[in-house]
């Protein structure tokens, strides 16, 4: 997990949002790779393992982590292109989410576009580090737009979708599949056969400018 990405990040229970503390046992880098997110409002705690943050421990999300299932196809540099132009991922201050299968092509985009990827519930195993960081979650435990971009897959719940509608910017890009209803406050810019790309117009409520917390390093 990114470091700087912590500070996006939410509790997934109840209460109003709050920054997560990071305890970090081992990291390289800017990259932590074991350690804990604790919440000082309900003072639950997350842990991360290989650099992976488990927001949700559901064997149903955590299971590709450890055992590749078959691929329908393989990633290829154009699927990568293809996705990156579609989430017009040119900054490097730039955080996409990728859900699901998207996470496949997250090293081939890291390849040709510098925005940070935060793959969440990615269906094999990748790698973190190097750009990439990964939580597993039933919902994107993220603060109200607070990323610029995000592409979900087939198999995304309504609860996911609308927690990553929610979490981009205003003008920010959304890429779902043609199967799906394009939520609410996106307006479609172009879709094919297998998906659709639309443009985040929601202005989002003025909230509270939350204080900085850095995280501990034992």
Known sequence: MFIPLVDILRCVNAH?????????????????????LGCPTCLAEYPIRDGIVYFDEDPALT???????????????DDAMRVAAALDLTDPRMTAVLHGRWGEHAVLIRGIAPAQLLLLNPTVPVTS???????VSKTAPLAAASID???????????????LVR????????VGPASAIVPPDLS???????????RNDTIPASAPVLPTRRPSQH
Request: proline share 6%; net charge negative.
């Open 129 to 135: 580090g190097d750009g990439v960081s990964i939580i």
């Open 16 to 36: 109003p949002e709050t920054w997560l503390v990071a305890s970090i046992e081992r990291h390289e880098e800017r990259d932590i790779l074991e350690g804990t």
């Open 188 to 198: 479609e810019l172009v879709r094919d056969d297998e998906i659709w790309v639309a």
């Open 149 to 163: 971009a995000t592409a979900f897959d087939a198999a995304a719940s309504a609860e996911t979708v609308s927690s």
């Open 167 to 174: 979490a981009v910017k205003h003008g920010g890009r959304v």
């Open 63 to 77: 299971a590709p982590h450890s055992a590749r299932p078959a691929a329908e196809a393989p990633p290829s540099d």
